[in-house]
């Protein structure tokens, strides 16, 4: 039986890491994806190996679909099958309501919401070809308090 493969968007810090982590202990690889904390993220694959699972790191700004195909292409070249997405990538600009442009609002909509649907087609498209998988999505301002 081929192992289970777990992406978690945005798992280079935060909530995001600890899935991350969870999800090794209990037997799955994981992909790692990160847009900005590359340390971070390559941290959180040496813990993961720690564990004895795989992990891939995959850069991708998953508020661009183009990026989001790039990421499941990696995940289809290195693993082959994913049976766990936890989306749970997410940003804003913290301004004051009359300080808000409209990139900054695009920007918060591409990563908290687009993001949401087009990973979803993504790991739909590849957990059919399993029997079937989980799809989580989630978000948190608190994610530094933890």
Known sequence: MEQKVALVTGSSRGIGRLIALKLAERGYNIVINYARSKTAALEVAKEIEAIGQKALVVKANVGKKDKIEELFQKIDEEFGRLDILVNNAASGVLR??????????????????????????????????????????LSSLGQSVI
């Not at 990563?111 to 989980?134: D, P, Y």
Request: glycine share 8%; hydrophobic share 40%; aromatic share 8%.
């Open 96 to 137: 004051p309501l009359m300080e808000l442009e409209e990139s900054h609002w695009d920007w918060t909509m591409d990563i908290n919401s687009k993001a949401l649907l087009f990973c979803a087609q993504e790991a739909a498209k590849r957990m059919e070809k399993n029997g079937g998988g989980h799809i989580v999505s």
